[in-house]
């Protein structure tokens, strides 16, 4: 078994900018692909970034593409997301997770049965 803990939330007003962090222990993540979700208020949670370890691809929904950045630290089995430009419409709890059993496509897709999730922090956005 393996634990996410992310930090970094908090109140920021629109433009403005948050690093979010997610530290990992238990496992050896550096087989995993790590990466982040959000759910805002009513709605489904949905995906937002993820890193693929070894080749260093970076995935990015739409929303949030030229805007956020995931990076990681390997050694530290760490993952973050810069967050740039920040918009109202980013209101969420975002969401670390963990997994080396399925593809990108299952993240960007659906990500419900990723095998290891952080508790969520709070990123809320004021206009």
């Known amino acids: 078994q393996g634990q996410l803990v992310e930090s970094g939330g908090g109140l920021v007003q629109a433009g403005g900018s948050l690093r979010l962090t997610c530290a990992g222990s238990g496992p050896d993540f550096r087989n995993y692909i790590m990466g982040w979700f959000r759910q805002g208020p009513g709605k489904e949670r949905e995906f937002m970034a993820a890193?693929?370890?070894?080749?260093?691809?970076?995935y990015y929904s739409d929303p949030v593409k030229g805007r956020f950045a995931i990076s990681r630290d390997d050694a530290k089995s760490t993952v973050y997301l810069q967050m740039n430009s920040l918009k109202p419409e980013d209101t969420a709890v975002y969401y670390c997770?963990?997994?080396?059993?399925?593809?990108?496509?299952?993240?960007?897709?659906?990500?419900?049965?990723?095998?290891?999730w952080g508790q969520g922090t709070q990123v809320t956005v004021s206009s």
């Open positions: 890193h693929i370890w070894g080749l260093g691809t970076t």
């Open positions: 997770a963990a997994d080396y059993r399925y593809g990108i496509s299952y993240w960007r897709g659906e990500g419900r049965n990723l095998g290891l």
